[in-house]
């Protein structure tokens, strides 16, 4: 068994159930352009910046519309009043409160610009648990590119493979697995078999064991 000296969170999907909403906008915006797009199509954007996911779509858009301003008009139908709700994941905030007690460091590692991570962690009261934030605005290259993990843990000075660290997409686990850490996958947005290079897989936080130790 392993004790963690650290413990990094993905946020969307993994802390929260955001993903209803996400792909709800990315459908939104590619409908909006009669792009087609299908449910296949945007379980491949789970775990991945904006950014990266536009730059391999834009070719299919108006001509005149860049990536940053596509992704302006998909974040303003991510909040738009029609859209699913935003709920912790069952077990995250009694996991995280437990970890903030027992004084382990933590973080959070987004594919989310910071604006976006910061307005959810404060919107299910967690937001001062964490140590350290690393989003897409904090690294050149996003998952499955292991920056952000690494950036994190050099953070806290803590060695990746020290750390724990909790996904739910395929890209996620990748970039977990890159920076030597050790990885449990939630199966809220994708099929077990879409989880297979993660060390573990859980449904959510109430299967996590505590005191926290896992193979």
Same mark, same amino acid.
């Given at each position: ?85 935003? $709920?912790? $994941? ?13 004084? $382990? ?33 904090? $690294? ?76």
């Amino acid at each position: 068994m392993s004790i963690f000296q650290a413990v990094l969170f993905d946020l969307d999907g993994t802390l929260v159930d955001s993903e209803p909403r996400s792909r709800a906008a990315w459908a939104k915006l590619f409908h909006t352009h009669s792009v087609p797009c299908d449910a296949a199509l945007l379980a491949t954007f789970s775990g991945r910046r904006g950014h990266d996911v536009m730059a391999e779509h834009a070719h299919a858009f108006p001509a005149a519309r860049s990536i940053d301003s596509l992704l302006e008009e998909a974040f303003g139908y991510y909040f738009g009043p029609d859209m699913p709700s935003i $709920v912790a $994941v069952p077990g995250a905030i009694e996991l995280v409160s437990r970890l903030r007690e027992t004084h $382990v460091p933590m973080g959070i590692v987004s594919s989310g610009l910071r604006d976006h991570v910061q307005s959810i962690l404060e919107g299910i009261g967690i937001a001062h648990h964490f140590d350290v934030l690393v989003t897409s605005d904090d $690294v050149q290259h996003g998952k499955p590119s292991p920056e952000g993990y690494l950036k994190a843990c050099a953070k806290l000075r803590i060695d990746p493979t020290r750390a724990l660290a909790f996904e739910d997409a395929p890209a996620g686990i990748a970039a977990a697995k890159a920076a030597g850490m050790t990885c449990v996958a939630l199966t809220t947005t994708q099929r077990l078999q879409a989880l297979e290079h993660a060390d573990a897989v859980v449904t959510d936080f109430t299967q996590i064991p505590w005191p926290l130790a896992l193979p």
